[in-house]
């Protein structure tokens, strides 16, 4: 049984309805059939999606399992490495995954890279600077050629201008204004 979201398994892309790929891949492995090839697609999954805490759960409810642990411990490799805020060793790791056998496998890495690329690039701080002027520290951060970064700086750039984020910075400025206020009003009383 699969989802519209995963209509042959394993899916072709794990970007593409991630977080329904994810529902589906924890739903097989409470029936039973969570076999190593599900964990894998489910841990590329929740790291296109960035939830690595989820991701470490995965590893830990099977890293005693040799033939699961063997088929996730890349994968858990690149997540670790994430989570610590090891940049440089993220993409070595997914390049390992990504010159592997399994093209399949390479197709996932490469959208975890492209989902992580954009997370370590947030548009509020796009917005900010001047691409051009620290284009080479973002090429390395971003393990881009400089003028690879400069067009997808530039992208997400556009897509930060017409986008409704001012409306929703707005509204949590008023959230946070409103959370101290109600902090202060303790303290004072």
Partial sequence: MTSAA??????????????????????????????????VVEMAALMVEGDLVAARHLWRRYRDDSIRATALEPWWSVAQCMMEWDVAS????????SDGSDSLFSTYANEIVQAYRT????LSLLKSIDVTSKVSSFAVLLNMTEEDCVQFLNSRKDTHLSSDVFQDMEIYTRIVAFLEASANEVHTD
Avoid: M, T
């Fill in 119 to 122: 997370r370590l690039a947030p």
């Fill in 90 to 97: 993220s993409w070595v790791a997914l390049q390992v995954i």
């Fill in 6 to 39: 995963i209509a042959s398994f394993p899916p072709k892309s794990v970007a593409k309805n991630s977080a329904e790929i994810v529902n589906e891949c924890e739903y097989l492995e409470v029936i039973g059939k969570g076999d190593h090839s599900v964990l």
